[in-house]
């Protein structure tokens, strides 16, 4: 035991450094560290000529810009004059080369179904979907809502979207259908596009039953919603307003040009959680964004020809919209989509669907790497993952463990891992190696992309230098970048421009160690990564005092094992109301109802109070401390030690 904790805490070094294997880097696109150096300098140099060159050689435009970046801080305009088309990009140029044959999407069903559709079917698929938009009253410019299951219509959907210069917004299936009204009437969508239901863990997710829901309750933007036929459940239809997918498509034509749309007209709107009770619509456009996934998806999964492409995201968050669909169809591959848990019916079907395909890179989230060293490394042992060749993460800091772990049980010590940085906000990877240029550090994700500049800084803006923590900012814009939120620009920027003056402010912090690799260490506002998800604080507590039993509430997240944070509530309750088990599991299903089941609070605690600074700050600090279990104030669930704990630290918040 204490030998292999010695081993561990060996390669736990920050200098353990693993090199591209001489293989893999010398069929790489970018082949060396140096190579790696000189496209950043050449960047660096002149930025705006080096983002030109990318959109000119990696994309198709109908006309091209005129101006490459429009900068009046904090407002960028990307590729200005331009003119292009999403989903022309993804499909429609493919078509004269022999991709059109090649499978872009490869899918499966959470049953067991399977489904495989050419560039030429899925463009197909795409025009009549676009043409069934446009009968139903949809435009440029129009918002169109989808909330559907992991399944190929709902990759259709999007680029039937960008096909008329529709805007759309996914909201995650997780979510509850309170959260869908507030997300609909935000960005008050013309058309919301669900399905009957989708699979999980064996059981069926009722989506429409909760668009019904939603709608009930008011969206009055909404005139139409389409219902895919998944799990062929009874669902009611109402006259007039709802249409199902399969009778519209067999009617639709399969002619629909793309519509060539402004570069910075607006592609989707993604709805994430800030530090505020109210997400925010991240809005992005069509150029730069299109430009920056399609770029980074080449470089840092150093995609081929015939790789089978596997990242394991929902569509729902922003790194399905980027890397399941947009950046692999606009480079040509074959992406792969699951609809499932990675665990149902057995905890190896993730390793069963490697196998099965062929995966050959594979891309997912820490928490799923926790899960499955949890699960059992007898699980993957049992399948053949010899295709992999590259290995990826996303969504929190991974510990150098789980990477091990990966790297060694899944990788079979040959592939590289690419730790990928970057946010909703950020459209694509800011911070990732390159695999066969970058040496790995387990729990690195090293350094910049060419053309991107972060910096570790204090609160003045100065570079806080090797070594020391810092805020991690984004000191010049790049193509990707969200442009406003939507319908709140002040909020665009107030958040992300004001923190440090100049900078965007991303609200993670990070340190840069001597290689000048870059260690984010997580988030210093009130967000969290619970399981990959990205909640803020303040809508769960926004979502308990919403509960008639609750009189105020704080949330702070704590350290889980598995899932990288957990959350834990603190709750003081309205006079009349009592403490017990039954009224905490009452406030669990209340926040499954008011966000989605996957925003339950790991654990309640009843207190009389909350302890507050004299000016009325709640010391979240101590909560967490409390939370983690370092600051010990006994099992009882009425915590009156609050107080005294509260006025000792007061001096130090
Ligand atoms: C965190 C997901 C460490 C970070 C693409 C960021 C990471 C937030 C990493 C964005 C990483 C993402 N290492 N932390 N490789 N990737 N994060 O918007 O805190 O869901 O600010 O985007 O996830 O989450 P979001």
């Known amino acids: 035991m204490s030998e292999g904790k010695t081993v561990i805490e060996s390669v736990l070094r920050e200098d353990r450094k693993f090199a591209p294997p001489a293989k893999f880097a010398s069929a790489a696109h970018v082949r060396s560290f140096a190579d790696y150096e000189k496209l950043y300098a050449e960047a660096a140099r002149d930025p705006e000529a080096f983002w030109g060159g990318i959109a000119g050689s990696h994309l198709d435009w109908f006309t091209r810009w005129t101006q490459v970046l429009?900068?009046?801080?904090?407002?960028?305009?990307?590729?200005?004059?331009?003119?292009?088309?999403?989903?022309?990009?993804?499909?429609?140029?493919?078509?004269?080369?022999?991709?059109?044959?090649?499978?872009?999407?490869?899918?499966?069903?959470?049953?067991?179904?399977?489904?495989?559709?050419?560039?030429?079917?899925?463009?197909?698929?795409?025009?009549?979907?676009?043409?069934?938009?446009?009968?139903?009253?949809?435009?440029?410019?129009?918002?169109?809502?989808?909330?559907?299951?992991?399944v190929p219509e709902l990759a259709v959907a999007m680029l039937a979207c960008t096909r008329i210069g529709a805007t759309h917004s996914i909201v995650f299936g997780g979510f509850s259908a309170e959260a869908v009204r507030d997300r609909m009437n935000d960005a008050k969508a013309k058309v919301v596009i669900t399905a009957d239901g989708g699979y999980r863990r064996g059981g069926v997710v009722p989506l429409k039953a909760s668009v019904d829901q939603a709608l009930a309750e008011g969206v009055p933007s909404v005139e139409a919603v389409l219902v895919l036929k998944r799990t062929g459940d009874d669902v009611p239809m109402v006259a007039q307003r709802d249409h199902w997918w399969h009778d519209e498509m067999a009617k639709a034509s399969a002619d629909c040009p793309a519509v060539p749309l402004d570069a910075e007209h607006p592609l989707f709107i993604?709805?994430?959680?800030?530090?505020?009770?109210?997400?925010?619509?991240?809005?992005?456009?069509?150029?730069?964004?299109?430009?920056?996934?399609?770029?980074?998806?080449?470089?840092?999964?150093?995609?081929?020809?015939?790789?089978?492409?596997?990242?394991?995201?929902?569509?729902?968050?922003?790194?399905?919209?980027?890397?399941?669909?947009?950046?692999?169809?606009?480079?040509?591959?074959?992406s792969l989509m699951f609809e499932g848990a990675p665990n149902h019916p057995k905890p190896d079907r993730i390793w069963e669907i490697v196998a099965k395909y062929g995966v050959t890179i594979l891309y997912t989230a820490p928490t799923l790497i926790r899960s499955v060293v949890k699960w059992g490394e007898e699980w993957p042992a049992k399948h053949d993952l010899s295709t992999l060749r590259l290995l990826g993460t996303v969504g929190e800091p991974i510990n150098p463990e789980a990477w091990m772990w990966y790297h060694d049980k899944i990788g079979g010590g040959r592939c590289p891992i690419v730790d990928t940085w970057w946010q909703t906000e950020t459209?694509?990877?800011?911070?990732?190696?390159?695999?066969?240029?970058?040496?790995?550090?387990?729990?690195?994700?090293?350094?910049?992309?060419?053309?991107?500049?972060?910096?570790?800084?204090?609160?003045?803006?100065?570079?806080?230098?090797?070594?020391?923590?810092?805020?991690?900012?984004?000191?010049?814009?790049?193509?990707?970048?969200?442009?406003?939120?939507?319908?709140?620009?002040?909020?665009?920027?107030?958040?992300?421009?004001?923190?440090?003056?100049?900078?965007?402010?991303?609200?993670?912090?990070?340190?840069?160690?001597s290689d000048g690799y870059y260690w984010v260490m997580g988030r210093i506002d009130d967000v969290v990564n619970v399981a990959g998800h990205r909640l803020g604080t303040m809508e769960i507590e926004s979502?308990?005092?919403?509960?008639?039993?609750?009189?105020?509430?704080?949330?702070?997240?704590?350290?889980?094992?598995?899932?990288?944070?957990?959350?834990?509530?603190?709750?003081?309750?309205?006079?009349?109301?009592?403490?017990?088990?039954?009224?905490?599991?009452?406030?669990?299903e209340h926040v499954a109802k008011e966000i989605g089941a996957f925003a339950k609070p790991d654990d309640i605690r009843f207190t009389d109070s909350l302890p507050k600074t004299r000016s009325g700050k709640i010391m979240r600090r101590l909560l967490r401390d409390i939370a983690a279990g370092k600051e010990s104030v006994g099992d009882t669930t009425t915590l009156e030690d609050l107080s005294v704990l509260a006025?000792?630290?007061?001096?130090?918040?």
């Not at 407002?75 to 292009?84: E, H, M, R």
């Not at 088309?85 to 499978?103: E, G």
């Not at 964004?289 to 922003?318: E, M």
């Not at 060419?450 to 000191?475: A, E, M």
């Open 427 to 513: 459209g694509g990877i800011m911070i990732s190696p390159l695999p066969g240029a970058t040496p790995t550090k387990p729990g690195s994700g090293t350094l910049p992309l060419p053309g991107i500049h972060p910096d570790v800084v204090d609160r003045t803006g100065k570079s806080v230098g090797l070594n020391q923590g810092g805020l991690l900012v984004v000191r010049k814009p790049w193509p990707g970048m969200l442009r406003t939120i939507y319908g709140d620009p002040e909020r665009y920027v107030k958040q992300y421009w004001s923190e440090i003056e100049g900078n965007y402010f991303t609200g993670d912090g990070a340190r840069r160690d």
């Open 270 to 334: 993604l709805y994430t959680s800030g530090t505020t009770g109210k997400p925010k619509g991240v809005v992005h456009t069509t150029g730069g964004y299109l430009t920056h996934v399609t770029y980074s998806t080449k470089l840092v999964f150093d995609l081929k020809d015939d790789d089978v492409y596997w990242c394991t995201a929902d569509i729902g968050w922003v790194t399905g919209h980027s890397y399941v669909v947009y950046g692999p169809l606009a480079n040509g591959a074959t």
């Open 647 to 653: 006025r000792l630290r007061e001096s130090d918040e």
């Open 543 to 588: 979502a308990l005092v919403s509960h008639r039993a609750v009189a105020e509430a704080a949330v702070v997240d704590r350290p889980d094992d598995v899932k990288g944070q957990a959350l834990a509530a603190f709750v003081t309750l309205e006079g009349q109301y009592q403490a017990s088990d039954k009224l905490k599991a009452e406030l669990r």
């Open 70 to 150: 429009d900068w009046q801080p904090p407002f960028a305009k990307w590729f200005v004059g331009g003119k292009l088309n999403v989903s022309h990009n993804c499909l429609d140029r493919h078509l004269a080369t022999p991709t059109r044959d090649k499978v872009a999407l490869l899918w499966e069903g959470e049953p067991g179904d399977s489904r495989k559709l050419t560039y030429a079917e899925l463009h197909h698929e795409v025009c009549k979907a676009a043409n069934v938009l446009k009968g139903l009253g949809v435009k440029a410019g129009d918002r169109v809502g989808i909330y559907m299951p992991l």
